[in-house]
């Protein structure tokens, strides 16, 4: 089983999107058995809460309902995922303000860094700005988790040949 963690600031716009697509894709190719997804946010102003309405509203033109509510990222996540994907670099930054010996360091990545048509280095905030940043998020999550979803399925596989030849 492989655990997946996906994490921005507020745990209400970008990682329950990132979440919820990469769940989607993994119904898709029935591999729930084999692959789970939380997410977190860096920050506690929105703990409790369901994700943002106008989030919700982009990822429903895809036909993706975003479920869950936010929760703050905490140490024992460490332990607890396989890989952490961090939305921009600020929650890259705080994420691993948490491990100062640098223990977990690989495993946790910037989400795209997966991303197979765009080459952005970062999820955007899509907070404080109009709904096309939201659609754009959606966009760029979907390529993400695609190339994501071909990594985790390599790394199942690799893992699974080298068991074989020990
Ligand atoms: P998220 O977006 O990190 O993608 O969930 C934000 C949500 C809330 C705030 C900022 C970003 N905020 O400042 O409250």
Redesign the pocket.
Known sequence: MTKLLFV?????????SAENIMNHLIAREGLGDRITCDSA?T?S??VGNPP?RR?AAAARKRNIELLGSARQFQSKDFENFDLILA?DRE?YQNILALDPVGKYKNQVRLMCDFCQKYDLKEVP????GGPEGFDRVIDLLLDACEGLLQYVIKQESLSASSQQES
């Open positions: 921005c600031l507020g745990n209400i716009c970008r990682s329950p946010g920050a102003y929105h943002d989030m939305m929650n905030d899509p907070y404080y």
